[in-house]
């Protein structure tokens, strides 16, 4: 199954795909936390076979920059010829976070069937109906976006767009890290474990989903709680009046 109603189109914070209150409200409270840096624009939804090439091994560049740091083993034979037999690249779209015109962010969607079943399924888990969903996966940033909110506009649009296009969740395989930001932004455990991967240098992992109005309130708590604590350091470093 290859992702339905894939139309390229740009987009920045101030752009709006959907204009349902709640999401507007968390594109709004995103808009405050860079007031002060260029927006980032996002890009998306980007597919293998109407990229230009350039395009590609622009995307897969930064990709391979970012895994060869702490995650080579997805750079693996494995992992590829996992991908070619399950074709992830040619039924994924890409979402691409971009400052300035240089590649800050990557991430892509994928319908059924997904990564994870494959990843998981010596662990003999019965998964729910995912068939709606689309798996976010291969999320990366660069270092110098950590203090902003481009992960999380990244994130929003790309879920905003599969949204608008008839999915009704994600699902996402994440390591611990990973985890423990995805659930600030809404997502729970599908399972209370971490899987050990032997695919992926027996990495633990978690599975975890949610469905749209749970990412949207949980994603906005998570950042109306970052202003507040931008708010308070530059309270406290306020100069005393005289």
């Known amino acids: 199954?290859?992702?339905?109603?894939?139309?390229?189109?740009?987009?920045?914070?101030?752009?709006?795909?959907?204009?349902?209150?709640?999401?507007?409200?968390?594109?709004?409270?995103l808009r405050k936390h860079d007031l002060n840096i260029p927006a980032a624009t996002i890009q998306g939804p980007l597919l293998l076979d109407t990229m230009s090439t350039e395009a590609v091994l622009l995307i897969r560049g930064f990709q391979n920059e970012q895994f060869q740091r702490k995650q080579a083993?997805?750079?693996?034979?494995?992992?590829?010829?996992?991908?070619?037999?399950l074709a992830i690249h040619e039924r994924c779209a890409y979402f691409v976070a971009?400052?300035?015109?240089?590649?800050?962010?990557?991430?892509?969607l994928c319908p059924a069937p997904f990564e994870f079943e494959r990843l998981?399924?010596?662990?003999?888990?019965?998964?729910?109906?995912?068939?709606?969903?689309?798996?976010?996966?291969?999320?990366?940033?660069?270092?110098?976006?950590?203090?902003?909110?481009t992960s999380m506009l990244l994130i929003v649009e790309a879920c905003a767009w599969a949204m608008s296009h008839g999915y009704e969740g994600i699902v996402a395989l994440c390591r611990p890290a990973t985890?423990?930001?995805?659930?600030?932004?809404?997502?729970?455990?599908?399972?209370?474990?971490?899987?050990?991967?032997p695919t992926r240098n027996n990495q633990r992992y978690a599975l975890l989903s949610s469905r749209w109005q749970a990412l949207i309130l949980g994603a906005t708590r998570a950042?109306?709680?970052?202003?507040?604590?931008?708010?308070?350091?530059?309270?406290?470093?306020?100069p005393i009046p005289s």
Not at 73 to 85: D, F, H, K, T
Not at 98 to 107: E, P, T
Not at 141 to 147: K, L, R, S, T
């Open 1 to 29: 199954m290859r992702m339905q109603g894939l139309d390229t189109y740009f987009i920045t914070p101030q752009a709006s795909i959907l204009e349902q209150s709640p999401l507007l409200m968390l594109r709004r409270s």
């Open 73 to 85: 083993y997805l750079l693996g034979e494995a992992q590829q010829a996992l991908e070619r037999e």
């Open 98 to 108: 971009k400052r300035n015109d240089v590649i800050v962010g990557v991430l892509r």
């Open 120 to 149: 998981l399924a010596h662990t003999g888990k019965t998964w729910p109906d995912f068939s709606l969903h689309v798996e976010v996966s291969r999320f990366v940033m660069a270092n110098c976006e950590c203090q902003t909110s």
């Open 179 to 197: 985890r423990m930001i995805f659930e600030r932004y809404g997502l729970s455990t599908v399972w209370p474990d971490y899987f050990c991967i």
């Open 223 to 238: 950042s109306e709680a970052a202003l507040a604590r931008t708010r308070q350091t530059a309270t406290r470093h306020d």
